[in-house]
């Protein structure tokens, strides 16, 4: 079930257009990545989704229409700077932003019991939010994003101030969240973190989408003539079909000539009894594609 | 509706439950409670319990009674009767009285009366010899003309066109406008005050952000201005009961009317320019919180509207004796200044129902106008948090929206 589906949506503030044609959408238990540099428009196209900024042009559609006042406890926001009342204990910041989701409060006390013995904050239940660690407040905020068990989830920088223990106490919610058919918007600089848990991403800078789609499809697209080998000697010399070979750290990056088959070399370097640790194509990381289609060397989408 | 409620109630329990609320709600009475005390004992210190004597050279008073006509507020003391003046002397010097009034030969003709003491008597020796004057010259009159003697006339101000009048014992009437105007004053800067700091918090720590996805910005903006608004009222109706009670009691132990009853006249001086006034202030803070930075730089903004809002008590010698110049009038048809100037001209002048009305519909369209300017001010500077929105942004903000 389609979740979001925006089109051709644009929006400027003065002279500087934000969002330019921008177009996508979410299905129901998907992780969508929304990647790109700073200022690239993330924010601004997250806004025009909550129907906190109107787009100058085109339309965004969230839970089958316009985004209303009646689907707003439908969805689930964690902003990407905290936005929690200081002073005021933890629960009864919890318990206000619940309600205001439209939550009963037996079921409201209920979960918020759940969740902060899973977030290891049932001690700090009652003392001031501005009391607790950053990332305590980061989980607490985390909380009040999925509580009121949200059917779209928008997500900006979720494990920022977390430390690991904690980014995969969150990793693991957002996998249920997304197995119980929740649809996910995930912004983040953390390449690996979108790498490991998003379906697709969508890559956007200058206010354009320059690169979407599954993430293996993304890396194949960018992949180079290149193998990652680990052996227990050196590569013996004049091997068909390579290049050179440069040593690295932990593995050997051998450079394929043009046209060279991955699977060949692989035969020859059997057939020339040398012992394998491992063999692999290399792959472009998302970060590597991300500074390659930000600094001018991609594909627009 | 029922979001508004939520935040409503949310603003309104937490400032109520804060210290500084409580503390500023029992602060003024028992500043009232401290300021009787303190005028109870002074006044006990500068009463004494010791009667007071009178020698009667003039022949006036030979078969006076020495029963006093009425209860003395300030304590009850016998008045005694010298035959001559040395006698009376030496019960003063042996403090057998606090003071000695001789009432000279030609009293009738002159009122003389020579008072003798040892230190300043007391304000009830005073009283309770210038009621025995009193009641014994009019000793001979009809009840009725002693009562009127006593108690003085009561003049009521009356208009020419018979337009308002007001009696100068009912004192509610005479200084209802003028309570109306302390009491906005007063109401408006401890709500305006809560709301500014309300909307500056939550644009400072982000919450903003995370409540407009739950709620409207119009929601937001109205649950804000209803709950901190309710605070100030809520501060003012105990003091208000604090007030009742002791004019309750007062009128108990004087046996007067003190307390008060509203007329048609005054409930529409609250409807008309009162309500509207706190909408109109409640809104302009609301505009200003969204549009600045941080809380100094809105108290500094704020200053445009809370000035003008006093400004009519810095001319208020101008507005009394003036009712009618065109500076009074222009002070109390405009929207900030009216609240505070028309009530003030109501009270001593005849004002023209034409001016009264414009007042009314001035202030409630500025209001209105101020609640949807900053609805739209809400939706443009709410989540601007590097720098502040200027006005001409606010009103040409549709991009924004």
Redesign the interface.
Known sequence: MQVVQVENITKSFGNVRAVNGVSFTVESGEILGLIGPNGAGKTTTIRMLLDIFKPDSGSVAVLGGPMDESKKNRVGYLPEERGLYQDISLEKCLVYLASIKGMPAALTEERLTDYLQRFDLTEYRKRKVKDLSKGMQQKAQIITTFIHQPQLVIVDEPFSALDPLNTQMVKDLLREERARGTAIIMSTHQMNQAEELCDRILLVDKGRIMLSGPIDQIRRQFARPEILIKSSAPLPANIPGIQHIEIENHHQRAFLEPGASPQAVLNEIIQRGVLLDQFEVAQPTLDEIFIQVVTGGGTQA | MK?IW??FK?EYV?RVKTRGFIFAVLSMPLLVVLAMVMAVISVSLQTSKLPAGYVDLSGNFANASTQAAAANLIGDIDLITFSDVSAGQDALAEEQIQALFVIQPDYMQTGAIIAYANERPGDNAYERIQDFLQSNLLAGEDAQVRERITRGSNITVRSLDGSRQASMRDWFVVLYPFLTGLIFIIVINISGGYLLQSVVDEKE????????????PE?LMTGKILGNLSVGLTQLLIWLLFAAIGLAGMQMIYRANFVPSLTPDQIALFVGLILPGFILIAALMTLVGVSVTDMREAQQVSLLFTLPMVAPYWFAGALLQHPNHPLSVIMSLFPLTAVVSMPMRISIASVPLWQILSAYVLTWVSALAALKLAARGFRRGM?QYQHRIRLNEILKGK???
């Open positions: 979001k939520l935040i949310y937490r720590n982000r919450t903003m952000e995370v409540i407009i996805t739950s709620v409207s929601q989540l991009t924004h929206e």
